[in-house]
T-cell receptor
Framework: DVKVTQSSRYLVKRTGEKVFLECVQD?????MFWYRQDPGLGLRLIYF???????EKGDIPEGYSVSREKKERFSLILESASTNQTSMYLCASRPPGANVLTFGAGSRLTVL | TQLLEQSPQFLSIQEGENLTVYCNSS?????LQWYRQEPGEGPVLLVTVVTGGEVKKLKRLTFQFGDARKDSSLHITAAQPGDTGLYLCAGARSSYKLIFGSGTRLLVRP
């Protein structure tokens, strides 16, 4: 089974801090995604990456950046965290040719 | 970004009851997926439907894709406490992009 691991399950940060959320997948998938999940809003795509060092903006990229230096690792970066970035962040990966996502368990971020 | 509309948003039922969750959009999708998310976990894929009118069964769960590929339903027969979770539909409109519904939170009481 594909495993997508988000190392930080719960984080509490202060406004203005830099935040790194890490995601690692073990199945050599080219495509990786970052979503945020908020009640009543479903999952919204922040960024995705279709290969190493390649990235594209999703629907809500403002306030976020990403890094994909190795195929298995996709990091989400909040340069200066704000309270409206308090949310559940979900990482996912996808094999080539199939539009089916495997998600990590999520990182719940609280910004005070 | 247009969301898929799911209804109801919340559902609390007794074990053994039947229920149906709806996922509606004004847009056509090439395929539609249903995921279930349990507390503290990420969503897990239940099924993908591709053809208009398609019906798929997964034990007590029956999934249907609308004829026009704009809507879908999930019917659960004889619900059990293990069915408790957040049910998400997701429509595919391109090779990479999934549009997620707002979710239906189901609680099955023993």
């Amino acid at each position: 089974d594909v495993k997508v691991t988000q190392s930080s399950r719960y984080l509490v940060k202060r406004t203005g801090e830099k935040v790194f959320l890490e995601c690692v997948q073990d199945m050599d998938h080219e495509n990786m995604f970052w979503y945020r999940q908020d009640p009543g809003l479903g999952l919204r795509l922040i960024y995705f990456s279709y290969d190493v060092k390649m990235k594209e903006k999703g629907d809500i990229p403002e306030g976020y950046s990403v890094s994909r230096e190795k195929k298995e690792r996709f990091s989400l970066i909040l340069e200066s965290a704000s309270t409206n970035q308090t949310s559940m962040y979900l990482c996912a990966s996808r094999p080539p040719g199939a539009n089916v996502l495997t998600f990590g368990a999520g990182s719940r971020l609280t910004v005070l | 970004t247009q969301l898929l509309e799911q209804s109801p948003q919340f559902l609390s039922i007794q074990e053994g009851e039947n229920l149906t969750v709806y996922c509606n959009s004004s847009s056509v999708f090439s395929s539609l997926q249903w995921y279930r998310q349990e507390p503290g976990e990420g969503p897990v894929l239940l099924v993908t439907v591709v053809t208009g009118g398609e019906v798929k069964k997964l034990k007590r769960l029956t999934f249907q894709f609308g004829d026009a590929r704009k809507d879908s339903s999930l019917h659960i027969t004889a619900a059990q406490p293990g069915d408790t979770g957040l049910y998400l539909c997701a429509g595919a409109r391109s090779s990479y992009k999934l549009i997620f519904g707002s979710g239906t939170r189901l609680l099955v009481r023993p």
